[in-house]
Nanobody, 127 residues
């Protein structure tokens, strides 16, 4: 079982940067697939980025096309924490961002494949 706690959201201007953090409890964190999703009002939850665990995914990563080149996911297995560095933010990046985890298997962008979720953190990008 894992518990996830996000932090780092806030209000930023168009073109600015934010870094989100997600601290996870549980053993064998290095094998977890960790992901960031976002959901804007009236829209479906979508995967933003994901980072595979060492055992099942060889540390691979996934990025949505809309954030490639602007966002970077990283993980610190010693701290049981993942990060999402968001640069060149746009108003369309405004959403609630969620951290999610699955304890084994390969990367997937499907929300239903993730068992554990954080409470979400709001990111608002002003124009």
């Amino acid at each position: 079982q894992a518990q996830l706690v996000e932090s780092g959201g806030g209000l930023v201007q168009h073109g600015g940067s934010l870094r989100l953090s997600c601290a996870a409890s549980g053993r064998n964190f290095s094998n977890y697939v960790m992901a960031w999703f976002r959901q804007a009002p009236g829209q479906e939850r979508e995967a933003v980025a994901a980072a595979g665990g060492v055992l099942w995914s060889g540390g691979s990563t996934y990025y949505a096309d809309s954030v490639k080149g602007r966002f970077t996911i990283s993980r610190d297995n010693a701290k049981n924490t993942i990060y999402l560095q968001m640069n060149s933010l746009k108003p369309e990046d405004t959403a609630t961002y969620f951290c999610a985890a699955k304890m084994w298997g390969t990367l997937t962008p499907r929300p239903g494949d993730y068992r554990y979720w954080g409470q979400g953190t709001q990111v608002t990008v002003s124009s």
